[in-house]
């Protein structure tokens, strides 16, 4: 019992970090696109 009761509590942990893990990822992602594109814009401008 207490076995599985640790096995869930890891499950949960676990997918709580790929949570994060996720929006981490696609937060860097988001900024490295909006820098791409404001260099872009920067290097059309001059």
């Known amino acids: 019992r207490g076995y599985v009761l640790g096995a869930k509590r890891t499950k949960m942990i676990v997918y709580r ?11 860097v992602l988001l900024l490295f696109c909006l820098n791409f594109f404001i260099n872009q814009k920067l290097n059309l401008k001059i």
């Open 17 to 27: 970090l790929q949570k994060r893990d996720f929006l981490i990822i696609s937060s």
